[in-house]
């Protein structure tokens, strides 16, 4: 096979083009896009590798240029991470698939290059057939162009075979093509019902049926021993039955609707024979069906299988197109969820500590606390919003601790009896109430992921929506791989919906995957309940029956621990009080000033400041002037990593607290890494600051910076 490589970087085609020729393909490589467009004129090749990004013609020209030459030419883009708009346009002019640079992963390109050149060869031989088949059909028309009447009737119809499959040929959708195969085999036949089936793995699914009231949507395996359909599976050949009642030897079918008589089976067979599915005609008009039926049809099901192969390769290609959007869309929901993380957090640190402050202030007026309490409540419930939604971008890193699962519950019941409309009766029984190890805002997403779910399933007709806990005891026999032996605590999410069609429950979790309309869902939902269940060495059991409803089982390994070990100790503020030097770093003013007088309040000497490089000079004029610092992350001019990173350059043992709204490009272990000896994500307690303040200091054996 010839491969040719269009690249501007020559370590690139160097490095293509080494492990091309190793795998046995013979290279040619070309440095821009005109010497490209050269190649394919003279050489022309299998497959062009071609460059998006390249000085004087880009990859689209070459593309618009070279489907000109070679209309059917194999051409698999290369681009960066940051081009996704030229890919989905490349896509859009012709390329058939797209690589990522720099290529690492040579298995990926192997997988596309094999694709592209099965998916040639099946294009090459669909032309080559259809060929074939033209130069047969005028072949026989010479032979016949003397024969008698019967004889110019086969001709006839010879003709409309042609013409049929170059209708067929058009069809793009598995369901165009069924109504279409069968209108046009019913038409040859003179028969009035029909029906096209494929093999899947535990049955047959029906494509398309001439009358719908009389096929079954799917045929379970294991067939009937004198079944029609098992007959001509095992032979692999077209069965013509003159009389089904009269011959004894096939089953009729039992289905309403057929008139048990004259009947065709055709196997739809793939090049080396195994069959991919039956299609059927029977109710002929004035039966029965002849052997000249059996022929013409025999010749209409070969060309079948070619259509069938090429229908989903185009559905694979749209497929791949819809993941690159919704990819696309989940790299902005991510952005925004990053910007919103960032700039909320900040306010609401302000709020939480304003109210703090407030609390302290008013003394033993009971009411007004409560009033209080109720603002810090509702802002610590913002700041659950926005870990949720950081935690759909998967931007989020997960915060693994024992918890009492029932709470959980318990708060999103009370979120969606306020969000689900009153058709929908909610019916919760807790019969558990053991601790497990999970991140809470992710167990939030899971239960409200589900329930949202079972409420899509009975939002036109109303139902009830059960939510339980119980524990469970599961065998050896119930775990899956990676499970752990013991005890469990089973959610259990209960609907009296629609229900799920059992020929697509397994593909429920896979991403993108979706049974609801274009505009409703996005394939994404269960997709993260399933990462999240694995992800806690859970497991998901799913039963459903259409028109009854769904039911929805999540395990979850119990925690067994002493109390000890998960409650908080009681906060007294004097045990965290002190007298240390604190340098205080935020350009959110009311933060800062919030933050100040709280630690001030407990003791502390605060030096504040809303300009990062303002506060460098200042430790830097005088660092032992400072016990420990605490630090905002995202700051103008001079970032808190950079910031900590000065300081410790002068200081290298001063404790730095660093405080962070969202960044994810600088995480936990690179603060450790660096030597920041706290990351606390914002809003932080006052409780959680406190304390870490108090134990750096104490490692220190008091004050710190006194030599």
């Not at 072949?139 to 209708?167: D, F, G, M, W, Y």
């Amino acid at each position: 096979m010839k491969v040719l490589v269009i690249d501007d970087e020559k370590h690139i085609r160097q490095s293509l083009s080494d492990y091309l020729e190793d795998n046995d393909y013979d290279v040619i490589t070309a440095e821009n896009g005109q010497q490209g467009l050269r190649f394919i004129s003279s050489e022309k090749p299998d497959l062009v590798l071609l460059d998006l990004r390249m000085p004087e013609m880009d990859g689209i020209d070459v593309l618009r240029q070279g489907k000109k030459i070679m209309p059917d030419l194999p051409m698999i883009v290369i681009s960066g991470a940051n081009c996704i708009g030229e890919v989905v346009k490349a896509l859009h002019y012709g390329a058939w698939d797209y690589l990522e640079k720099p290529i690492h992963n040579f298995t990926a390109l192997d997988h596309s290059i094999n694709l592209a050149l099965e998916k040639a060869r099946l294009i090459r031989e669909n032309r080559d057939y259809q060929e074939n088949l033209e130069k047969m059909v005028k072949e026989r028309t010479r032979e016949l162009e003397n024969a008698n009447t019967h004889l110019s009737n086969i001709n006839e119809r010879l003709h409309k075979i042609v013409e049929t499959t170059q209708r067929l040929h058009a069809c793009v959708e598995m369901e165009h093509f069924g109504k279409k195969v069968l209108e046009e085999f019913a038409a040859h036949m003179t028969a009035t019902g029909g029906s096209l089936y494929l093999l899947e793995k535990n049955g047959l699914r029906l494509v398309h049926s001439l009358i719908s009231e009389h096929t079954p949507e799917f045929i379970p395996f294991p067939l009937p021993e004198d079944s029609v359909f098992k007959t001509v599976l095992d032979q692999g050949e077209a069965l013509l039955v003159h009389n089904i009642e009269k011959e004894n030897t096939y089953l009729p079918s039992g289905w309403p609707g057929y008139s048990n008589g004259s009947f065709l089976a055709f196997p739809i067979r793939e090049d080396f024979g195994n069959p991919i599915g039956i299609i059927t005609l029977y109710n002929k008009q004035t039966p029965p069906f002849i052997d000249q039926d059996k022929e013409i049809g025999a010749i209409l099901s070969s060309y079948c299988c070619e259509t069938i192969r090429a229908i989903k390769a185009f559905q694979e290609s749209k497929r791949k197109e819809i993941q690159l959007q919704q990819a696309q869309k989940m790299e902005a929901i991510g952005t925004l969820a990053g910007g919103i993380a960032h700039d909320f957090n900040n306010i609401l640190s302000g709020i939480i500590g304003y109210a703090e402050l407030a609390k302290m202030a008013i003394g033993t007026n009971e009411k007004a606390r409560k009033y209080i309490d109720q603002v810090m409540a509702g802002a610590w419930r913002a700041g659950k919003i926005i870990s949720q939604i950081l935690t759909f971008s998967r931007q989020a890193e997960s915060e693994m601790r024992p918890l009492k699962v029932y709470l959980i519950v318990k708060e999103a019941v009370k979120f969606l009896r306020s969000s689900i409309p009153s058709t929908i009766h909610i019916i919760e029984k807790i019969d558990a109430k053991d601790m497990i190890v999970a991140d809470a805002t992710q167990i939030h997403q899971v239960i409200i992921n589900l329930c949202t779910n079972a409420y899509h399933a009975m939002k036109d007709a109303g139902g009830t929506l059960s939510i339980s806990l119980r524990n469970a005891e599961l065998s050896v026999e119930d775990l899956e791989e990676g499970s752990p032996l013991g005890e469990y605590i089973t959610l259990q999410i209960k609907d009296t919906g629609c229900g799920i069609d059992e020929d697509v429950i397994d593909r429920i979790f896979e991403p993108y995957f979706t049974t609801k309309e274009v505009s409703h869902g996005t394939g994404l939902g269960l997709a993260v309940v399933s990462s999240i269940v694995k992800k806690h060495k859970g497991m998901i059991k799913v039963h459903s029956r259409i028109g009854k409803g769904t039911v929805v089982d999540v395990f979850f390994p119990v925690f067994n621990s002493p109390l000890d070990q998960c409650t908080k100790p009681e906060y007294n503020i004097k045990a965290f009080e002190g007298t240390e030097r604190i340098l205080l770093v935020d350009d959110e003013q009311a933060l800062l000033d919030s933050t100040q007088q709280i630690l001030s309040s407990m003791g502390y000497t605060v030096s504040g400041f809303t300009d990062s490089i303002s506060a460098y000079k200042a430790f830097a004029k005088e660092p032992n002037a400072f016990d420990l610092v605490i630090t905002d992350m995202s700051m103008p001019n001079m970032d808190g990593r950079l910031l900590s990173e000065k300081i410790l350059s002068l200081k290298k043992d001063m404790p730095i607290i660093l405080c962070t709204g969202f960044h994810e490009s600088f995480t936990e272990k690179d603060a450790t890494k660096m030597g920041i000896r706290r990351y606390l994500h914002k809003p932080v307690p006052r409780q959680t600051l406190t304390l870490a303040i108090r134990e750096e200091l104490s490692n220190l054996g008091g004050k710190n910076g006194t030599n």
